[in-house]
């Protein structure tokens, strides 16, 4: 007998190492980009941030918020005179001055008698939509088992990709130089309100605003304004600062009390800020294998908390992964 439970116990040595193997676990879409190698991020240019101080809060407290500007070609005609804005310091000491639940937080000049600027551009209505001047698109597969994750667009500019879902906005959801657009034909592209973008501010058609008055989205994305109102940015840093205010009772969540409003020191192009000061941030290369697989792993969560994969996702829950960089 002795003699039997020595080999029943030599086999079962020869089996636990092999049962005892469990499968690696699936990362989930923040892991993904956590184990991204250095050269997929890429720095932001600090030109490209805005800065904006608000008053402290009830206990002393700073409150920063930095926006990240759209890149060319989009909106340009409202950022060129955003940029001509932040220079003239005009936005210092005017407010945040509407905050509607579920939807957004607008700041600009309250009374709409402080003077703009001098030589703002008036931005045509057509601007909401950008000419691509596409001509197709090439899959790219970056799994074992060559399955598509996105598609590479080869049209007026390398850096598109081209998610592989349909929402109910467009036809194609897409991504460029780190930030999310949409179409209906590929060769024409818009901005999309995904959490935290930052709109244009504007009275009835034909007025498309000057960019004197900004928003930010702070609830369910509503694509409904896409391609009528200006996307200008999105708030990278310090959003909690706006989407946690109080609402505002009057209609469409104005503030009624000038009390209420929300002071804001000063908005500046991080350049005009001293060096040390100078917010520096990164995002995940949109153009990466590891946005690839980041893009399928929000498209279909398979990391051990869920339990059934969507299939898809909308655009504005595929976040780009923005990140803060210690300046040296």
Not at 30 to 42: L, Q, R, Y
Not at 115 to 141: C, F, I, M, N
Not at 184 to 212: L, Q
Request: with cysteine.
């Amino acid at each position: 007998m002795k003699h039997l439970f020595m080999v029943a116990v030599a086999a079962a040595s020869l089996i636990l190492p092999a049962s005892a193997e469990e499968p690696a676990p699936i990362p989930s879409p923040g892991e993904i980009a956590a184990a991204a190698p250095a050269s997929d991020w890429v720095a932001m240019a600090p030109s490209d941030l805005l800065v904006m101080d608000l008053a402290p809060d009830a206990r002393g407290k700073p409150r920063r918020v930095v926006i990240q500007l759209m890149p060319a070609p989009f909106s340009q005609g409202w950022i060129g005179n955003i940029r001509k804005l932040a220079a003239a310091h005009w936005w210092d000491g005017t407010s945040v001055n509407r905050v509607q639940d579920n939807y957004v937080a607008q700041w600009g000049d309250a009374t709409e008698k402080k003077p703009l600027p001098k030589g703002l551009a008036t931005v045509p209505e057509g601007d909401y939509v950008t000419q691509t001047r596409g001509t197709g698109g090439q899959k790219r597969s970056v799994t074992s088992d060559g399955r598509p994750l996105v598609m590479n667009w080869s049209g007026w500019s390398p850096g598109w990709s081209w998610a592989d879902q349909v929402d109910a906005y467009s036809t194609k959801r897409s991504f460029f130089r780190g930030w999310s657009f949409a179409s209906t034909d590929g060769k024409t592209g818009w901005p999309v309100h995904c959490y935290g973008m930052v709109g244009v501010g504007r009275n009835m058609s034909p007025d498309t605003g000057s960019g004197a008055e900004l928003y930010t989205v702070i609830g369910h994305a509503p694509r409904h304004l896409d391609r009528n109102i200006a996307v200008v940015g999105r708030v990278i840093s310090g959003v909690e600062h706006l989407s946690s205010l109080p609402r505002g009772t009057g209609a469409l969540g104005f503030y009624e009390d000038a009390g209420e409003r929300v002071a804001i020191t000063s908005i500046r192009v991080a350049t005009e800020l001293p060096t040390a000061d100078q917010p520096r941030f990164e995002y995940l290369s949109t153009e990466s294998d590891s946005f690839a697989r980041y893009v399928d792993a929000r498209q279909n969560r398979r990391d051990p908390f869920f339990i059934t994969p969507a299939g898809g996702a909308d655009i504005c829950n595929i976040p780009v992964p923005v990140r803060p960089v210690a300046v040296k």
